[in-house]
């Protein structure tokens, strides 16, 4: 009992630890083509691009506030001027917001549709082996057509 003593560990359980170790985040990479890679990382550009959009709304309509409510200090013109300037700014936002969404919902139809593809493709496989299987075991297909 002096503190030199060795922890056990059965085999088994460093197998089992083994095993339960999933594949790394390159699996997820492992079939993607160019054009999937290029779609990801625009994708995760697109995503950041409209969470943004909400802080960037709320800054834009300060400002915009902040031009009517010193509308009294200043001249129609200058009014005028920061009043369009937001507005451009508001019309830039709405279209760097439209560009974000399409091209995360563009990435986010495709994946979809592949995978259902894939399962499609998956069950259609095995209904035919089933069937070619249920065909050569079944009675019928060992006697002779007439």
């Known amino acids: 009992m002096d503190g030199d003593q060795e922890t056990s560990v059965a085999p088994s359980s460093l ?3 083994k095993k339960k170790k999933k594949g ?3 699996s997820i990479f492992m079939h993607v083509d160019t054009v999937d890679l290029f779609l990801m990382v625009l994708g995760v550009f697109a995503s950041l691009g409209h969470s943004f959009t909400t802080p960037l709304v709320l800054l834009i309509s300060s400002r915009l506030m ?3 409510g010193s509308s009294s200090t200043v001249g ?3 009014f005028t001027h920061s009043i369009n300037k937001n507005a451009v700014n508001m019309l ?3 279209a760097g917001s439209f560009f974000a969404c399409f091209l995360r919902e563009r990435q986010a139809a495709r994946m ?3 995978y259902l593809k894939a399962l499609l493709k ?3 496989l095995t209904l035919i082996f089933t069937s070619q299987a249920r065909r050569r075991s079944s009675p019928a297909s060992t006697t002779t057509p007439l």
């Open 122 to 124: 998956q069950v259609l």
């Open 24 to 26: 790394s985040i390159r």
């Open 15 to 17: 197998v089992t630890a």
């Open 76 to 78: 129609p013109t200058s």
């Open 66 to 68: 902040n031009s009517i």
């Open 92 to 94: 830039y936002l709405a």
């Open 112 to 114: 979809r549709a592949r």
